[in-house]
């Protein structure tokens, strides 16, 4: 649940306590967003808590308030459950068609018109005015179906946030990441930077069409991905051999699958299931009992391995379970007759929730010119699709456009810079394909522009970047357990599993938001490498981890409702070995706009 961050600050100050430290205002929009509460309700959890504990409101007691209070007591409500209005609308002849969604009413006319009737298309007349308030006059790219011109911005749209441009922070340091200190973070300009795809053949490039796979090319995809990672585990862990999920055996056998839940919700401790291959278990699964095993962390998707018993035949008694492993890292690119490679790296949403004017971006922009680094990557949304302005319907501007004017006066900025452009789409582009694995934006040409996919693994002056805008920490976290609770660092474990998985959305079934589209992600959504940079813009706390020795960054969001948020700025210096890890090369920092 989206919280206001002023909500917050008032409902604990009517307890007495004061909420001034940004650092934790962002911690309890995290737990409102991840836990869905109300700021009511993070309150009152905090004051019963901080009554029984008899602690003060600060960074470690929230991590301990989150471990041992919300996980345990918090029920999530499943998104796809509709809850009843306790009062009945009371209808009347202008609203009577509120009852019918607009595809209820095309069948429901169908049913009385001839065939002939059925396939004409008749073509609806509307004014501007009237334009945003029906959704059936929205066109295939999703734009309002009202004429264009310079002054059709809505008048909310021309009006500055007050809360950015009063924020008092700009610039503040909030993470920092190897040695920071004395180091100039202004690139060298020398303008011969390289941007190029990892694995050309294996990028996506171009639209494609989607929602065309057949079930059997599904189920081929998610069987051959047991096989693979089967493959990796059996080699690494030294497996003689995998045995059959449901064979009753009376020994210890090890069994490799798909983690599944039992029924339709959260995965949990007692719904665990075992998908095995068609190979080895000929696609059959089992109830996995967790209760003698003492780590795990697991979520519907993720490929494992486990040792245990299984004397009946209903039910795998788990002793041990074997989690993915890191692929190999390529060879470092970056040699020492190289200047420093310098990465400015955001994500959207790039507007303030209160108006579509351009004004973090605007600031971005400003920090480009000064430090002028050899790269900028930007992860979308661009043209956010829960901006108010779009959910209102009242940008009187096609979406489209919004992002072309968007770009244009990004290059034009940056002509004169060294500076490469690599810019990714996002699944809540209300103007782009809504599938993932997501193709690049088709824009303009210009050679500092880089358009790439969601996801997508680049090379750059020989260091290797494995990019998403999806929110798959986000999504991870909702569907994940692990056990003991609070035993390691949440966020560096939820990042270790897309290394470990070899795959940018380890998930399976995808969250709601996310249309995934199997035979694209078998190609494009896989990691060939395990990358030397992993940026992973997610709702969640921002951060920069040496996860797997991959240094992953979350640069959060570059605006956070009406306020600013967070980018990020990595070095990387060169090295004289490049067969090992970059990571000792690296310095990051996370800073406010």
Known sequence: MDVAEQDLVEEFDGFGIGVDDPDIIDKLKELCLFYRLDAIKCAAEWVAFEHSKNVSLTLETLEIFERERLSKTSTRTPKNVRTKKSSQKVLDINTIGDLFEADETDDLLDAYGTPAAKNAKKRLQTTPEAAPNNKRLTSVSRSPAVPFSPRSLSPAATTPSAKYSSRTNAGEVVCSFGSTERINWQGQGQGSCSVTLYDPGNSLTDMFKYMFQKLTDKAHVLNGAIEDMGVHLQTHYKVEEFSHVSLPVQEPVTVVGRVCCDSVGKLNAKSVLLEGSRETSSGRHIAVDLSDVQHYSLFPGQLV?????????????????????????????????????????????????????????????????????????????????????????????????????????????????????????????????????????????????????????????????????????????????????????????????????????????????????????ETHARLPVTPHVLVTPSDLRYYVKDVCGCCCVNPGRLAKGQVGGTYSRLMIRPTADTTNSVIQNISAQVLRI
């Open 305 to 521: 391995a486990m040792d245990g018993l299984n004397s009946t035949g209903n039910k795998f008694v788990a002793k041990k379970v074997y989690e993915g492993i890191a692929l190999p890292q390529p060879d470092v690119g970056l040699s020492t007759s190289q200047s420093p490679l310098t990465v400015c790296i955001a994500a959207g949403p790039f507007t303030s929730s209160n108006n579509m004017l351009m004004e973090p971006i605007a600031d971005l922009i400003k920090i480009i010119k000064r430090d002028r680094p050899d790269v900028c990557i930007l992860l979308g949304p661009f043209v956010d699709a829960r901006h108010e302005e779009i959910e209102k319907c009242t940008l009187n501007m096609p979406y489209d456009d919004f992002f072309q004017q968007i770009i244009k006066d990004i290059n034009s900025a940056i002509e004169s810079l060294p500076t490469q452009l690599v810019v990714v789409p996002s699944q809540r582009d209300v103007h782009h394909e809504y599938v993932y694995p997501q193709p690049p934006f088709n824009s303009l040409s210009s050679k500092k522009i880089h358009f790439v996919s969601d996801p997508c693994t680049l090379n750059i002056d020989g260091v290797v970047f494995g990019i998403t805008s999806t929110d798959i920490l986000f999504h991870l976290g909702c569907e994940e357990i692990s056990s003991p609770p609070g035993s390691s660092d949440r966020l560096s474990r939820l990042t270790r599993h897309i290394i470990t998985q070899h795959s940018y959305y380890p998930l399976y079934p995808p969250a709601e938001d996310v249309n995934l589209d199997q035979d694209r992600y």
